[in-house]
T-cell receptor, first 114, second 112 residues
Framework: DTGVSQDPRHKITKRGQNVTFRCDPI?????LYWYRQTLGQGPEFLTY????????KSRLLSDRFSAERPKGSFSTLEIQRTEQGDSAMYLC????????????FGEGSRLTVL | DAKTTQPPSMDCAEGRAANLPCNHS???????VYWYRQIHSQGPQYIIH???NNETNEMASLIITEDRKSSTLILPHATLRDTAVYYC?????????????FGGGTRVLVKP
């Protein structure tokens, strides 16, 4: 079963370091989403791509955050100069772009900034 | 998208039906009701969605009131594996990007 895959599953870093997360969506899905989830809260939308185009970014996505999906397949989310407030679960989801709210989520990448 | 209100937590007994309420009193005519759940340390999982009519699938049933201001997700025979946070979301049909806005959800604990 090739669902949405995220790597790494866990990352511990020191404040000020850069981190990068990778998401591999379900192969035939042309839409890819990034969400962030802090403890006890629901997921918050960060950004989404249709193929390689980044079509929407949340105000939560500060200048230190950048997401790419260069060939319309996998995506990376980079956080520069990490802060303790960046500690969260970063979730990736994908779907086929057909007009549906059914998103397929990965298991997430948990970031801890010390 | 309309806002939803859910109880923060509820318990239910294993083998019994679990009825999870959701209020969406400001829902508009073109907004669907979606339910997702999130088991601990996993990503959210789609359960079911509906517009006006009641819906049923292999996981659950969704009952939407006639005025569409509230809905109930029914897990017919709750198991311990149904322990999770359940999110009720309303989303405009055709919304750009299929973006979902999650609230706080209901933390459901299924007890033996």
């Amino acid at each position: 079963d090739t669902g949405v895959s995220q790597d790494p599953r866990h990352k511990i870093t020191k404040r000020g370091q850069n981190v990068t997360f990778r998401c591999d969506p379900i192969s035939e899905h042309n839409r890819l989403y990034w969400y962030r989830q802090t403890l006890g809260q629901g997921p918050e939308f960060l950004t989404y791509f249709q193929n390689e185009a980044q079509l929407e970014k949340s105000r939560l996505l500060s200048d230190r955050f950048s997401a790419e999906r260069p060939k319309g397949s996998f995506s990376t989310l980079e956080i520069q100069r990490t802060e303790q407030g960046d500690s969260a679960m970063y979730l990736c989801a994908s779907n086929s772009g057909v007009n549906t709210g059914e998103l397929f989520f990965g298991e997430g990448s948990r970031l801890t900034v010390l | 998208d309309a806002k939803t209100t859910q109880p923060p937590s509820m318990d239910c007994a294993e083998g019994r039906a679990a009825n999870l309420p959701c209020n969406h009193s400001t829902i508009s005519g073109n907004e669907y009701v979606y339910w997702y759940r999130q088991i601990h340390s996993q990503g959210p999982q789609y359960i079911i969605h509906g517009l006006k009519n009641n819906e049923t699938n292999e996981m659950a049933s969704l009952i939407i009131t006639e005025d569409r201001k509230s809905s109930t997700l029914i897990l017919p025979h709750a198991t311990l594996r149904d322990t999770a946070v359940y999110y009720c979301i309303v989303r405009v049909a055709g919304a750009a990007g299929n973006k979902l806005t999650f609230g706080g959800g209901t933390r459901v604990l299924v007890k033996p």
